[in-house]
């Protein structure tokens, strides 16, 4: 089956958000969430997609969702396609496997990242900056990829438009309030010890990961995805050995052909290979059936 690249539900109005990845339709008190085949890359979307791709995404979400809701209650109502059917009032298959109903929730303004190894933005600052980064308590002379001796919350912007950025405690503080940057703070890193745990019996090393926050009259719910290789850094724990980057469960085939033709990295995407394209899908079917234990719902 092609890639989705977009959706057109009959009976519903356009979507009222359409992101790199997810389109959101609202139903009034609740949305539905339809995660497409897009894939991204430095910010920009590619011209074609990576079939199931979203399939996965949408179905290990609803696994980490579920197993972690004592932690924390988060937006899902259901990802059953029939649920989703009657909600809707029609049966759309190019919805099916990939669709979440959910509750609304107003987002906090911050990306909430847990990192229980240095790599990405956060190497580079601490190497650019000497040995710290946004207040946070290092070590000196850790290696990249290394394991920091306990996780740490480091949030981020959520940018619009180009990448995010790093935040200090401080900054934190400032754009939500005391108290939430503290709810949300245990929060992440509580979900992050629980998964990074559960992800060890797998064979898998967490090594980072973002969560979304949202408001509403009865609290915080966690929201948008959860734990997966869109969001976080899963490595294999058999290949792991610090001092560089490590290979990982995402869309680092994509990174790396896009570097390889020396694409200025500005849109429009390009047309990625079907060698690319089928590497990238087997990577993201792979990550699910680790975590899983099973194959996705086709």
């Not at 180009?162 to 405690?169: A, F, I, M, Q, R």
Request: proline letters at 7%; one cysteine or more.
């Amino acid at each position: 089956m092609p890639a989705l690249l977009s959706s057109r539900i009959p009976n519903l109005p356009k979507p009222t958000s359409v992101g790199k990845v997810r389109e959101i339709y609202d139903l009034g008190s609740q949305v539905l969430i339809v995660t497409t085949d897009r894939i991204s890359a430095f910010d920009v979307v590619m011209a074609n997609g990576i079939p199931d791709k979203g399939k996965v995404l949408n179905q290990l979400s609803g696994f980490w969702f579920e197993k972690l809701s004592p932690i924390c209650p988060n937006h899902v109502i259901t990802i059953d396609d029939g649920k989703i059917a009657k909600r809707i009032g029609e049966e759309v298959p190019e919805l099916k496997g990939r669709a979440t109903l959910a509750k609304k929730a107003k987002p906090l303004s911050i990306e909430c990242v847990a990192r229980g190894y240095i790599s990405g933005s956060l190497y580079k600052e601490y190497k650019t900056q000497g040995g710290s980064a946004h207040d946070l308590a290092l070590p000196n002379g850790l290696l990249e990829s290394a394991k920091l001796p306990e996780p740490i919350f480091s949030p981020a912007t959520k940018a619009e438009q180009g990448h995010d950025e790093n935040l200090s405690w401080k900054q934190t503080v400032d754009r939500v309030g005391k108290k939430i940057a503290e709810q949300v703070r245990d929060l992440t890193l509580s979900l992050y010890n629980e998964a990074a745990a559960y992800a060890l019996t797998k064979g898998l090393i967490l090594a980072d990961t973002k969560f979304e926050f949202g408001e509403t009259d009865n609290g915080l719910l966690w929201i948008d995805e959860a734990l997966t290789p869109d969001s976080s850094r899963y490595w294999d724990i058999n290949l792991y050995k610090p001092g560089g980057p490590q290979p990982s469960f995402d869309k680092q085939f994509v990174r790396d052909y896009l570097e390889s033709i020396g694409w200025k990295k500005q849109p429009p995407g390009p047309t990625l290979p079907d060698e690319i394209v089928q590497k990238t899908r087997e990577k993201y079917l792979e990550a699910f059936k680790r975590i899983t234990g099973r194959n996705i719902d086709t």
